[in-house]
């Protein structure tokens, strides 16, 4: 029912910048909130940046000042600037979906992961 499409990652330079977009298919009725998340190799994965359907945000120390998560309501697509690239950003990026229910149970969606590798 929900897909959520992921686009965006890719090769850079340390300082560079890349723009991840995460676009919703299927119900949005009870859309909580959106992230991304990260699993660099070897590590478990990790919270990168949240943002609620108020525009609360919420960032990963590591990335703050760094990374920007933004919201487009009428696309249905999230997006998550990063500027500055390091090194220690080489991961795979997930988005993320929370919906919450009418049972006040919250279910989980992911997308399928984009590459971003930061070199030097």
């Known amino acids: 029912q929900v897909q959520l499409v992921e686009s965006g990652g890719g090769l850079v330079q340390p300082g560079g910048s890349l723009r991840l977009s995460c676009a919703v298919s299927?119900?949005?009725?009870?859309?909580?909130?959106m992230g991304w998340y990260r699993r660099a190799p070897g590590k478990e994965r990790e919270l990168v940046a949240t943002?609620?359907?108020?525009?609360?945000?919420n960032y990963a120390d590591a990335v703050k000042g760094r990374f920007t998560i933004s919201r487009d309501n009428a696309k249905n697509t999230v997006y998550l600037q990063m500027n500055s690239l390091k090194p220690e950003d080489t991961a795979i990026y997930y988005c993320?979906?929370?919906?919450?229910?009418?049972?006040?149970?919250?279910?989980?969606?992911w997308g399928q992961g984009t590459q971003v590798t930061v070199t030097s």
């Open positions: 993320n979906a929370r919906y919450l229910y009418s049972d006040a149970t919250l279910y989980e969606y």
């Open positions: 299927g119900s949005i009725y009870r859309l909580n909130a």
């Open positions: 943002i609620t359907m108020s525009d609360s945000t």
